[in-house]
C-alpha cells in the first residue's frame, strides 16, 4: 500500500506560517546543509505532492523561478502535484491536476503503487486527511521560535489525535524533525 506523508515546518508555538500568507522568514532559523539533505531525501522518497489551492497558488508562483536551491526547484517543478480545491477549474503548473473531492483521491491513489505522497504545507488538506485517517505519518521539523501569531499548522479537534514517535532529529540549527505515526493511520 502506497504511503501518505505529510511535511511541515512548524514553530514552537504551533504555526506554520506567520500572521500574514507565506510569512515564512522563520523556516530561514531552522535551514542549514543538514534541513537541505532531509530535503533532498524526501525527492528521492515521494512521487506525488499534494496542496491545498492557497499553497499550490504560493509553490506555482515561487518554484519555477527560484535559484537559490536548483536540486529542490528542479525537484518541485518536476514531480507531478495534486491541488486540492473545489474552486479551481484547472492547474496551470506543469505535472499539476486540480482535485474536488481529496478524500476519495488520496484512498485510490494509496491502493496504487507508486513512491510516497507528501502534503507539504496545507494545513486544511492535512486537517482533512488526518480525519479521515488517511496520513500514515506526520513530519514535523520544529523551528526554535515562538512567532506569538500566525496560522496554526494543527486545526482545532473535537477529540485528541494520539501519535506515536517514530523518531527525533536535533539538527545544528537547534531545529528538531520529529516522525509520528497517527494512532488512527489506515
Known sequence: MRKLAVWNLMT??????????WDLGFHMLAWGDELDSYSKDLGKEGDLLIFGRKTYEGMAAYWPTATETSDIAAYMNGIAKIAASRTLDKADRNNTRVVGDIVAEVKKLKEEPG?????????EVTDVLLKAGLVDEIRICLVPVVLGSGNP??????????MKLLESKALKTGAV?????????A
Open 177 to 185: 524533525v520529529l516522525r509520528y505515526e497517527p494512532a488512527n493511520a
Open 12 to 21: 514552537l508555538d504551533g504555526y506554520f506560517e506567520g500572521a500574514k500568507p
Open 153 to 162: 499548522h494543527f486545526k482545532p479537534a473535537s477529540e485528541q489525535r494520539p
Open 115 to 123: 513512491k510516497t505522497m507528501f502534503v507539504f504545507g496545507s494545513a
